[in-house]
């Protein structure tokens, strides 16, 4: 099974993907909140890049069936219902609902992985049950790491290597790119101290800065969550 991390969705062309199925990782935090969300028993999230688009979606729902979420800067949008912080994704303020989604960075990621033949979403919360559905497919794998504006982030490439990880210990025959061979290296060095490489990462100390600094510590959990949402036809679920 061949296995490429790109280190930003802007890295991934049409053609790199196409035949592949794209796990997208933004760990802090896109990704980790979509997870819960869905896991929290939401009917679908809708990943958008745009807030404008986001505000448009959600005319087409009654308001109470849907919730605006996401983030600019790491905060709320104004107007918007919830930020992108997984701890306001409760089962209590999410069950049954259309979560409309904008970030600045994993959103982007996602719309991007729209031309591969299936994407899921993945994050250190699912890395087991990614791994699992990996295997399932058998196909070949693009990671596409959502990156912080357009660089590579340090917790994107360790949520790749913990599933990557995950892979080789199952015995899978792996064929590794270079990205790939660094994401598992790095993974294996630090899988017993996460937050301690985490420290070192851009976006952790951004928003260590703001009031969601304990989400850091939760979206560093791993395999607290089984579930693998699937991205078809511009909807997770
Ligand atoms: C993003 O998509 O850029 C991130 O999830 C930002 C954040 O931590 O809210």
Excluded: W
Excluded at 2 to 25: F, G, P, Q, W
Excluded at 166 to 186: M, N, Q, Y
Aim: net charge negative; with cysteine; proline share 1%.
């Amino acid at each position: 099974m061949k296995i490429e991390v790109y280190e930003t969705y802007n890295s991934v062309k049409e053609a790199d993907i196409r035949d592949k199925l794209a796990v997208v990782i933004d760990v802090l935090r896109a990704t980790s909140t979509i997870v819960t969300s869905l896991n929290n028993g939401c009917r679908e999230v809708i990943p958008v890049s745009d807030i404008e688009e986001a505000v448009d979606i959600s005319k087409n729902y009654d308001r109470e069936e849907c919730l605006l979420t996401g983030e600019r800067n790491s905060l709320k949008i104004e107007g918007f219902d919830l930020s992108n912080s997984p701890a306001e994704f409760t089962r209590q303020v999410v069950k049954g609902k259309s979560v409309i989604i904008t970030t600045t960075n994993g959103t982007n990621a996602i719309r991007q992985a729209g031309s591969a033949k299936d994407a899921v979403i993945g994050s250190l919360l699912n890395a087991q049950a990614v791994s699992d559905y990996i295997i399932s497919k058998g196909e070949d794998v693009a990671f596409i790491c959502a990156g912080t504006e357009g660089k590579f982030s340090l917790d994107d490439v360790l949520g790749a290597g913990a599933i990557i990880d995950r892979l080789d210990r199952e015995g899978i025959e792996l064929e590794l790119d270079d990205l790939a061979v660094v994401a598992k290296f790095l993974y294996a060095k630090h899988r017993d101290n996460l937050e301690d490489i985490m420290q070192k990462a851009r976006h952790f100390n951004s928003l260590k800065a703001t009031k969601y600094y304990e989400d850091v510590d939760y979206c560093i959990k791993e395999d607290i969550i089984s579930i693998v949402p699937e991205y078809k036809d511009g909807v997770l679920k």
